[in-house]
Nanobody, 124 residues
Framework: QVQLVESGGGLMQAWGSLRLSCVASGRTFSGSAVGWFRQAPGKEREFGAA????????IYADSVKGRFTISRDNAKNTVYLQMNSLKPEDTAVYYC?????????????????WGQGTQVTVSS
């Protein structure tokens, strides 16, 4: 069983940058795509970005495209989310999740292992 731990969240002013990390332990991300989701207060969890096992494919939600970059280092069992040009509407708890499949996907039902989340707050 793989455990995921996110870090790197915090308070940032609008237009600032943060980099989130997601480290796998117990078992590696071997063969799994990984995604970042976020959930704002009173809203449903929404897809943000995903990366395939090979790193050859990435997918982004329209709301973050051009500002966020997902990457991974399989040797370090770590997936990153570089967030630039942050906006107040990016405020949410950010979760990383490992997929049952190696291909990047936006479908939340394909992700079966979740971290506890890290809070990102963007002030205007």
């Amino acid at each position: 069983q793989v455990q995921l731990v996110e870090s790197g969240g915090g308070l940032m002013q609008a237009w600032g940058s943060l980099r989130l990390s997601c480290v796998a332990s117990g078992r590696t991300f071997s063969g799994s795509a990984v995604g970042w989701f976020r959930q704002a207060p009173g809203k449903e969890r929404e897809f943000g970005a995903a990366i395939s096992w090979s790193s050859l494919a990435t997918i982004y939600a329209d709301s973050v495209k051009g500002r966020f970059t997902i990457s991974r280092d399989n040797a370090k069992n770590t997936v990153y989310l570089q967030m630039n040009s942050l906006k107040p509407e990016d405020t949410a708890v950010y979760y990383c999740a490992a997929s049952m499949l190696p291909c990047a996907t936006i479908r939340i039902e394909h992700f079966n292992t979740w971290g506890q989340g890290t809070q990102v707050t963007v002030s205007s």
